[in-house]
């Protein structure tokens, strides 16, 4: 079925690109070469973070190229088909060649279904420790699947708007159980408090279920299990033994609170990220882990300076609060049945200051306090892109670090485009730990569109 489905996703997008002569289809290409050195052999934190998968920490080159296709059926619904693909080409990994992105997607003025695999949208110029999603951060390669949602709120009344959406994914990556597949929908709230405020009220549910354990064996994947999957319903009888009480499967679930106030000197958004894997963090019991964060825009038609966007967060995952109020039962991102956890193709794929481990052990040190600040600029073709988070890494509870080890990440990018040419980036990042060596990187990169 997966070959089908790429079979017919890249069809799509050889037939958009044999059509380009007609004035209604819009082809995008690039193509793009890094490379890489550092110290310790080992690429700092936020070079390689956020990208998607493309990086490991022992890549020194890498070669992207990726095209891009839409046909426009009507520009008065925004009605359109888009077909795109990518692909990576590096070292440091075991698969050096390997798909990015690999979709078909159909969009009007109010739905969005998509086929394939695409990545996440970044709605904070890239300042973000998670980009725009505590759970789904842009950290590892996209999954495949089909996802159908709105492409705006639906008018409820003059103020009042809600959107949502519901997907399937099959976790078809190299992990502990095996076929795992994964069940994803959200719904969201929107309410315009008036001309310059307006809050976002949302709700997303990840659950992986499904596949075969080479501790448990086959986990029960018929209709019935998947309707107690959407609903989060505890397992019964033929699942793991003493987890019947749970929710069959492994559930992750994500609040999200954001307030944008715009005044005339640009956009400013407060918001909260809240994340929860049991009913304990449903209700809040883990409060306040998650996300607190502020970011500003400002408006480029009043403003054209050397400054274009701040962020500051506030993040912790050191609650983790359980069953019956104890801390340390949510264990973030762990799961007995799936061990491989919230990880796709060996990358997080949520937030990214936990230590990673192999596919078949426990995620190490998902307790973390930290500061994060990110700041971009830029005049004419010249941009600037920096980042520092300073983290206090606390273990896992029955595994802590003691002493509390603590980490500072620092990042600095800086891209010059030319007209004709193409552009040129230069990332430099340091690493510092009180516990272990440092580490100093740098990266060069080359990409040309067209």
């Not at 809600?162 to 990556?173: A, K, T």
């Not at 973030?332 to 936990?354: A, H, L, S």
């Not at 980042?387 to 802590?400: A, D, F």
Request: some cysteine; overall charge positive; charged content about 20%.
């Amino acid at each position: 079925m997966v070959r089908c489905q790429k079979c017919i996703l890249l069809h799509s997008i050889l037939l958009l690109s044999t059509l380009g002569f007609a004035q209604n289809i819009e082809i995008n290409s690039s193509v793009s070469a890094s490379g890489y050195v550092s110290t310790e052999g080992e690429i700092p934190f936020w070079v390689i973070t956020n990208k998607n998968g493309a990086l490991s920490s022992k890549t020194d080159g890498l070669f992207q190229l990726a095209t891009e296709g839409t046909y426009f059926f009507s520009k008065e619904n925004n009605a359109k088909l888009t077909a795109g693909a990518s692909l990576f080409l590096r070292n440091g990994v075991e698969e050096k060649l390997q798909r990015n992105e690999l979709y078909l997607q159909f969009e009007n003025s109010w739905l969005k279904v998509t086929l394939g695999a695409k990545n996440p949208k970044d709605r904070f110029q890239g300042l973000s420790t998670v980009n725009s999603n505590f759970l789904l951060s842009g950290n590892a390669r996209a999954i495949s699947g089909v996802l159908v949602e709105t492409t705006k709120p639906i008018a409820i009344t003059k103020t009042i708007g809600v959107g949502g959406g519901i997907s399937h994914y099959e976790m078809n990556d190299d992990r502990d159980t095996e076929g795992t597949k994964l069940h994803y929908k959200k719904l969201y709230a929107n309410w315009k408090l008036n001309n310059k405020s307006k809050l976002r009220l949302g709700i997303e549910h990840y659950a992986q279920w499904g596949g075969t354990s080479p501790e448990f064996g086959k986990f029960s994947d018929s209709f019935s299990d998947f309707i107690n999957v959407f609903f989060a319903q505890n397992a019964g009888e033929g699942n793991i033994q003493g987890e019947q009480v749970n929710a069959l499967g492994n559930h992750l679930g994500l609040y999200n609170l954001e307030y944008t106030y715009t005044p005339s000197l640009g956009q400013f958004k407060f918001y909260h990220q809240h994340p929860f894997e049991d009913g304990s963090g449903s209700a809040l019991k883990n409060f306040p882990d998650g996300i607190w964060g502020i970011y500003f825009k400002p408006n480029e038609k009043k403003y054209t300076g050397f400054f274009k966007g701040m962020l500051i967060e506030y993040v912790q995952t050191v609650s983790q609060s359980g069953r019956f109020g104890r801390s340390g039962r949510d264990n973030y991102f762990n799961n007995r049945g799936y061990r491989t956890g919230w990880r796709y193709d060996k990358n997080f794929i949520g937030f990214p200051f936990f230590d990673n481990t192999p596919i078949d052990q426990i995620i190490e040190n998902n307790r973390v306090l930290g500061v994060h600040m990110g700041l971009l600029g830029g005049f004419k073709a010249w941009t600037w892109l920096t980042k520092i988070s300073i983290t206090e890494n606390l273990g896992r509870y029955g595994v802590p670090i003691v002493p509390k080890e603590k980490r500072v990440y620092t990042y600095l990018k800086t891209t010059y485009t030319f007209k004709k040419v193409g552009l040129f980036s230069l990332e430099v990042g340091y690493d510092y730990n009180n516990q272990q060596q440092d580490k100093v990187g740098a990266g060069l990169t080359y990409r040309y569109s067209f």
